[in-house]
T-cell receptor, first 112, second 116 residues
Framework: AQSVTQPDIHITVSEGASLELRCNYS??????LFWYVQSPGQGLQLLLK??????LVQGIKGFEAEFKRSQSSFNLRKPSVHWSDAAEYFC??????????FGPGTSLSVIP | NAGVTQTPKFRVLKTGQSMTLLCAQDMNHEYMYWYRQDPGMGLRLIHY???????AKGEVPDGYNVSRLKKQNFLLGLESAAPSQTSVYFC???????????????FGQGTRLTVV
């Protein structure tokens, strides 16, 4: 069965520090992978997506993610975190039947 | 440019009551989804639809029914609400593009439902 895991429930970083959010997926075929961000009380906004080609994808707000097939991972990174990045981050995979399955989310807190 | 609109935004139900959540999108998207979001569980797919007149079960379909009579609307029904259905419900829609299967999903603002 398809699944997405995000091992870190909550992460706290200092403003200006680098960030890496982990995502692992379980899916037999080539995955379509997404990262979404959810600000408090809001819906979800797409940060970036991967389907094929370059395994390092760039997204909005300075985020990037690297697809590693051998590790079944799609980790999200940002070189320097801003206070406005505090939010909940969700990794997702689209399956062959066009279902989009989400991970449990990682809550990010940013210390000024 | 409304995007995805959910109605209502908040609702309190008594156990056993029924209600329908409405999702409307004005982007002519083929795919529509209903998720519930619970602490520590992320978003779990309840039901989804790949086109007008079609629906399919997601990860947690029990206790819910859906209908997609019009392309722009996706209704989520609770026939007999239970406290376990207290959650935040999100609707999403996606465009079907033959040349790009990796289209993003657009989300509504959510409906906070409490069942007492």
């Amino acid at each position: 069965a398809q699944s997405v895991t995000q091992p870190d429930i909550h992460i706290t970083v200092s403003e200006g520090a680098s960030l890496e959010l982990r995502c692992n997926y379980s899916y037999g075929a080539t995955p379509y992978l997404f990262w979404y961000v959810q600000s408090p009380g809001q819906g979800l906004q797409l940060l970036l997506k991967y389907f094929s080609g370059d395994t390092l994808v760039q997204g909005i707000k300075g985020f990037e993610a690297e697809f590693k097939r051998s590790q079944s991972s799609f980790n999200l990174r940002k070189p320097s975190v801003h206070w406005s990045d505090a939010a909940e981050y969700f990794c997702a995979v689209k399956t062959s039947y066009d279902k989009v399955i989400f991970g449990p989310g990682t809550s990010l807190s940013v210390i000024p | 440019n409304a995007g995805v609109t959910q109605t209502p935004k908040f609702r309190v139900l008594k156990t056993g009551q029924s209600m329908t959540l409405l999702c409307a999108q004005d982007m002519n998207h083929e795919y529509m989804y209903w998720y519930r979001q619970d602490p520590g569980m992320g978003l779990r797919l309840i039901h989804y639809s790949v086109g007008e007149g079609t629906t399919a079960k997601g990860e947690v379909p029990d206790g819910y029914n859906v209908s997609r009579l019009k392309k722009q609307n996706f209704l989520l029904g609770l026939e007999s609400a239970a406290p376990s259905q207290t959650s935040v419900y999100f609707c999403a829609s996606r465009k079907l593009l033959i040349r790009d299967r990796n289209t993003e999903a657009f989300f509504g603002q959510g409906t906070r439902l409490t069942v007492v």
